[in-house]
């Protein structure tokens, strides 16, 4: 049981490309979410998901793009990459949204 | 417009001794409050909550009292041991049939001092 596992660990980006933040659970969990972390600030969402083909934007979207095709899967798509999305990125999921929500480790993304 | 504040940025406390770690909120709908402990290049792994119908939860070593009044809530660790240094985030959500969801607090970072 892995539990939440996002790749990839690390990845630097060029302004201006793209590229998709990967996260898969083993839990069956209907709900999943997406966070970003800045330096000294609380986890922000980005987008959530209640279940497969549901998505629904969270605090701070744009410049992000989400799908849910299977109830295992939820990548994060960052198009024309930008320096304010220099971050650490936080996959969840959760059985409900009243339940808790268990973390993956996170992908640490450096745009330059 | 951050709703949940941890105005502690840090905190280093002798082991052995008690940890407090302090949050306050200002959304007065929050009625369920959580604590997430995080390790450097690890996810928020959840550690206790409370609800507001409640003032106070203990497990084992870790007690949330909840002061709804003064819009505050508090972590007790005791007794702190080394394991315990982390980031503990703060988070609150607002009950809202099958849409909740968690606002953080920017976390305070606690050292535990062998």
């Known amino acids: 049981n892995a539990g939440v596992t996002q790749t990839p660990k690390f990845r630097i980006l060029k302004i201006g490309q793209s590229m998709t933040l990967q996260c898969a659970q083993d839990?069956?969990?209907?709900?999943m979410y997406w966070y970003r972390q800045d330096p000294g600030m609380g986890l922000k969402l980005i987008y959530y998901s209640v279940g497969a083909g549901i998505t629904d934007k969270g605090e701070v979207p744009n410049g992000y793009n989400v799908s849910r095709s299977t109830t295992e899967d939820f990548p994060l798509r960052l198009e024309l990459a930008a320096p304010s999305q220099t971050s650490v990125y936080f996959c969840?999921?959760?059985?409900?949204?009243?339940?808790?929500?268990?973390f993956g480790p996170g992908t640490r993304l450096l745009v330059l | 417009d951050q709703q949940v504040k941890q105005n502690s940025p840090s905190l280093s406390v002798q082991e052995g001794r008690i940890s407090i770690l302090n949050c306050d909120y200002t959304n007065s709908m929050f009625d369920y409050f959580l604590w997430y402990k995080k390790y450097p290049a690890e996810g928020p792994t959840f550690l206790i909550s409370?609800?507001?119908?409640?003032d106070k939860n203990e497990d084992g070593r870790f007690t949330v009292f909840l002061n709804k009044s003064a819009k505050h809530l508090s972590l007790h660790i005791v007794p702190s041991q080394p394991g315990d240094s982390a980031v503990y985030f703060c988070?609150?959500?607002?009950?809202?049939?099958?849409?909740?969801?968690?606002?953080f607090g920017t976390g305070t970072r606690l050292t535990i001092i062998p």
């Open positions: 409370i609800s507001s119908i409640k």
């Open positions: 969840a999921s959760s059985y409900a949204s009243r339940e808790t929500q268990y």
């Open positions: 839990m069956n969990h209907n709900y």
């Open positions: 988070a609150a959500r607002i009950s809202n049939f099958g849409n909740e969801k968690l606002t």
